[in-house]
């Protein structure tokens, strides 16, 4: 039960001037129950990644298996890829479209054929998971803060009921505390209902805070895939490639050069406070 | 001399039912008392609906105030005569480098303000000139603005901003669609920006780390300023800001959980440098 990708080739507007090759031979397998990040600069094919996951974009070559089955075979059924493998997008508030929340949420199920009831049922439970409260149900979705839109945007990805959860960039614009309180509450979800998390992000330490692998893509091509802290290791090589390392990595770092024996890999505030405390002790 | 003076600005946003009668008002910027001096990098922190962004477009008097005055370099924003002066002055950037970005090639894009406040076109050039170079574009000038990369397009925005000589330019979280790479670029032109050519800045954004050489912080929370002051002095105080939705930053917070934790560290220290000088001394001190 995973999604596996092998030798993914994918080039835009095959054939014309504008023909770009996004994604080169890149294998990987995401197993379930995982939280991986995927980190890249704009235009390394992290977009182009995740768009093959569901199937919403189709290899120029190579294949993409989810529970090893092809989903490129004929007889496939897309309809319930789309369903398993949850995809929200950069933004996603744009594409609330309904009349009041709960009717948008309600529209994933409903398209998936689900009865009214069935379908009701799912969207109050997505709303509840995203941490919406009750009151806003019946509002236009254009009367909610930025925040409340981007949950309303996840509740109606998951009112699917998705085994895997695929967020592009879901902090975007948010102030701290909603980008703090959205993650948590992706982590609560990943944590209760096992599902499989994968999510792309420019901030480096939101990355380090919550995933247990990294996914780093350099021009089209996988650059690392580790754990955070072997990951993080690579900072020079990674802002070589438009990335970075978490601020407090550096301040490892630092304290390194000016002679501190001390494990320079920390990733994280907590981690880094532990190390500091254990070196003074 | 204050280039921006706010007094008791305040503004409404209006509901209005289907017969056009005002339904519902809703108070975004609630009598704000603001001085910002030429030439300061200040930087304006809240979080989403505190008002920021409703106070940066009057700035630019896209936004006009329901009471109160704001005067851009001694000029009345509400003052129409004035509309296109005080336009001149005060430059603004937004989120979106794509919605900003009009021309096919880049230099003509830069060009386009000037030309529009009809500038002659020997000058236009001089100036296209000058704001590519300052912001590290010049290389890029016969590019075409959609294949570049965020942070490069943004720096091309600002450069449009800059051809129109502002004395002043308002940038409201011009990094928040950008990679790291890209948000450093922009910053280190903003402060660049600042500091060699005098532009006043007013910079809106989420994150913390961005602000720490701002001359003067702003905090904004229900339409109002609850705590302004250097970075070093607003960022030492991290309980309260967490209050405002805020954060502080990475550096901050570890030097925060020690002090916590028992270690004789200063507040408010700011970057990785300040800390690490910090912790050496703590070190030397032990041996």
């Given at each position: 039960?995973?999604?596996?990708?092998?030798?993914?080739?994918?080039?835009?507007?095959?054939?014309?001037?504008?023909?770009?090759?996004?994604?080169?031979?890149?294998?990987?397998?995401?197993?379930?129950?995982?939280?991986?990040?995927?980190?890249?600069?704009?235009?390394?094919?992290?977009?182009?990644?995740?768009?093959?996951?569901?199937?919403?974009?189709?290899?120029?070559?190579?294949?993409?298996?989810?529970?090893?089955?092809?989903?490129?075979?004929?007889?496939?059924?897309?309809?319930?890829?789309?369903?398993?493998?949850?995809?929200?997008?950069?933004?996603?508030?744009?594409?609330?479209?309904?009349?009041?929340?709960?009717?948008?949420?309600?529209?994933?199920?409903?398209?998936?054929?689900?009865?009214?009831?069935?379908?009701?049922?799912?969207?109050?439970?997505?709303?509840?998971?995203?941490?919406?409260?009750?009151?806003?149900?019946?509002?236009?979705?254009?009367?909610?803060?930025?925040?409340?839109?981007?949950?309303?945007?996840?509740?109606?990805?998951?009112?699917?009921?998705?085994?895997?959860?695929?967020?592009?960039?879901?902090?975007?614009?948010?102030?701290p505390?909603?980008?703090?309180?959205?993650?948590?509450?992706?982590?609560?979800?990943?944590?209760?209902?096992?599902?499989?998390?994968?999510?792309?992000?420019?901030?480096?330490e939101?990355?380090?805070?919550?995933?247990?692998?990294?996914?780093?893509?350099?021009?089209?091509?996988?650059?690392?895939?580790?754990?955070?802290?072997?990951?993080?290791?690579?900072?020079?090589?990674?802002?070589?490639?438009?990335?970075?390392?978490?601020q407090v990595?550096?301040l490892?770092?630092?304290?390194?050069?000016?002679?501190?024996?001390?494990?320079?890999?920390?990733?994280t505030v907590e981690e880094t406070a532990q190390?500091i405390l254990?070196?003074?002790? | 001399?204050?280039?921006?003076?706010?007094?008791?600005?305040?503004?409404?946003?209006?509901?209005?039912?289907?017969?056009?009668?005002?339904?519902?008002?809703?108070?975004?910027?609630?009598?704000?008392?603001?001085?910002?001096?030429?030439?300061?990098?200040?930087?304006?922190?809240?979080?989403?609906?505190?008002?920021?962004?409703?106070?940066?477009?009057?700035?630019?008097?896209?936004?006009?105030?329901?009471?109160?005055?704001?005067?851009?370099?001694?000029?009345?924003?509400?003052?129409?005569?004035?509309?296109?002066?005080?336009?001149?002055?005060?430059?603004?950037?937004?989120?979106?480098?794509?919605?900003?970005?009009?021309?096919?090639?880049?230099?003509?894009?830069?060009?386009?303000?000037?030309?529009?406040?009809?500038?002659?076109?020997?000058?236009?050039?001089?100036?296209?000139?000058?704001?590519?170079?300052?912001?590290?574009?010049?290389?890029?000038?016969?590019?075409?603005?959609?294949?570049?990369?965020?942070?490069?397009?943004?720096?091309?925005?600002?450069?449009?901003?800059?051809?129109?000589?502002?004395?002043?330019?308002?940038?409201?979280?011009?990094?928040?669609?950008?990679?790291?790479?890209?948000?450093?670029?922009?910053?280190?032109?903003?402060?660049?920006?600042?500091?060699?050519?005098?532009?006043?800045?007013?910079?809106?954004?989420?994150?913390m780390e961005?602000?720490i050489?701002?001359?003067?912080?702003?905090?904004?929370?229900?339409?109002?300023?609850?705590?302004?002051?250097?970075p070093r002095e607003v960022f030492s105080r991290v309980e309260e800001l967490k209050s405002?939705?805020l954060d502080v930053p990475q550096a901050t917070l570890v030097a925060h959980r020690l002090r916590q934790a028992g270690l004789n560290l200063p507040e408010g220290i700011l970057s990785n440098?300040e800390l690490?000088?910090e912790l050496?001394?703590?070190?030397?001190?032990?041996?």
């Amino acid at each position: 039960m995973a999604i596996r990708i092998e030798h993914l080739n994918y080039i835009y507007s095959v054939g014309t001037a504008f023909e770009r090759h996004a994604l080169k031979d890149v294998s990987l397998e995401l197993p379930d129950g995982q939280f991986v990040g995927v980190i890249g600069h704009t235009g390394s094919g992290k977009s182009t990644l995740i768009q093959h996951l569901n199937g919403l974009l189709t290899a120029t070559s190579g294949t993409v298996y989810f529970n090893d089955q092809n989903i490129y075979a004929e007889g496939f059924d897309k309809k319930l890829l789309r369903s398993k493998v949850g995809l929200v997008f950069q933004y996603p508030e744009y594409q609330l479209f309904e009349t009041d929340v709960f009717t948008d949420v309600c529209f994933g199920p409903k398209n998936l054929g689900l009865s009214g009831e069935e379908a009701e049922a799912r969207a109050y439970k997505a709303l509840q998971q995203v941490g919406l409260k009750e009151k806003y149900y019946k509002m236009s979705p254009f009367e909610l803060s930025g925040g409340q839109k981007r949950r309303a945007a996840i509740a109606g990805i998951l009112a699917m009921e998705p085994d895997v959860l695929v967020l592009d960039e879901p902090t975007a614009g948010l102030d701290p505390k909603g980008r703090d309180d959205i993650l948590d509450q992706v982590k609560q979800l990943h944590e209760e209902r096992k599902i499989t998390v994968v999510l792309v992000s420019h901030s480096m330490e939101d990355i380090a805070r919550y995933v247990e692998r990294i996914i780093v893509m350099n021009k089209g091509q996988v650059l690392y895939d580790d754990t955070p802290r072997q990951v993080f290791r690579h900072y020079r090589e990674l802002e070589a490639v438009g990335l970075a390392a978490p601020q407090v990595t550096y301040l490892m770092h630092d304290l390194a050069e000016k002679g501190w024996d001390i494990a320079t890999d920390a990733a994280t505030v907590e981690e880094t406070a532990q190390a500091i405390l254990e070196y003074l002790k | 001399m204050s280039i921006i003076r706010a007094r008791k600005l305040a503004f409404d946003y209006l509901k209005m039912d289907d017969e056009g009668k005002v339904e519902n008002r809703s108070r975004a910027v609630d009598e704000i008392d603001l001085d910002v001096k030429e030439g300061d990098f200040v930087a304006i922190l809240g979080h989403n609906g505190s008002g920021k962004s409703t106070l940066a477009k009057h700035i630019n008097a896209i936004l006009l105030p329901t009471e109160g005055t704001l005067y851009v370099d001694g000029k009345d924003t509400r003052d129409e005569s004035k509309l296109w002066e005080i336009r001149q002055t005060a430059g603004m950037v937004f989120q979106n480098p794509d919605n900003q970005i009009i021309g096919t090639i880049v230099d003509e894009d830069v060009g386009f303000g000037p030309e529009n406040m009809g500038v002659p076109s020997e000058e236009i050039w001089r100036r296209v000139e000058s704001s590519l170079k300052a912001v590290g574009m010049w290389e890029y000038r016969d590019h075409s603005p959609n294949k570049l990369s965020g942070g490069q397009k943004q720096r091309v925005a600002i450069a449009g901003v800059v051809a129109m000589r502002p004395k002043c330019i308002v940038l409201d979280e011009p990094t928040a669609m950008l990679d790291p790479n890209g948000r450093r670029e922009v910053i280190r032109t903003v402060c660049e920006l600042n500091q060699r050519e005098h532009v006043t800045v007013l910079l809106i954004t989420h994150y913390m780390e961005e602000v720490i050489h701002a001359d003067k912080v702003i905090v904004m929370d229900q339409g109002k300023i609850v705590m302004q002051g250097t970075p070093r002095e607003v960022f030492s105080r991290v309980e309260e800001l967490k209050s405002y939705r805020l954060d502080v930053p990475q550096a901050t917070l570890v030097a925060h959980r020690l002090r916590q934790a028992g270690l004789n560290l200063p507040e408010g220290i700011l970057s990785n440098e300040e800390l690490a000088a910090e912790l050496e001394k703590l070190r030397a001190a032990k041996h």
